[in-house]
């Protein structure tokens, strides 16, 4: 089992910054990639983007790529998302996600989530 804690959202407004972390417990958390996911009111919840293992590899969704930043820090146990130049769209709930099978966009991949952490832009 790998438990996630997302924290750091809030309400800012649009061309703000935030940066989410997600910390983790259980098992090694270097054995698995990790992901972030979010899910506005009324949508499916959507990739955002993605961190190797290693974390010498990441992959975003094109709304946030060059706006959003997936780093990790293994000895912490804990990746992040530092999103610049927020956007009314970025609002929703941020999930963090891990995969043991490697980087993926794919939800039904990561078999451990987070609880979520509420990010909310004003325009």
């Known amino acids: 089992q790998v438990q996630l804690v997302e924290s750091g959202g809030g309400l800012v407004q649009a061309g703000d910054s935030l940066r989410l972390s997600c910390a983790a417990s259980?098992?090694?958390?270097?054995?698995?990639?990790m992901g972030w996911f979010r899910q506005a009111p009324g949508k499916e919840r959507e990739f955002v983007a993605t961190?190797?293992?290693?974390?010498?590899?990441?992959w975003y969704a094109d709304s946030v790529k060059g706006r959003f930043t997936v780093s990790r820090d293994n000895a912490k146990n804990t990746v992040y998302l530092q999103m610049n130049r927020l956007e009314p769209e970025d609002t929703a709930v941020y999930y963090c996600a891990a995969n043991s099978g490697g980087t993926s966009n794919n939800i039904p991949s990561y078999a451990y989530w987070g609880q979520g952490t509420q990010v909310t832009v004003s325009s």
């Open positions: 259980g098992r090694t958390f270097g054995n698995y990639a």
């Open positions: 961190i190797s293992w290693s974390g010498g590899n990441t």
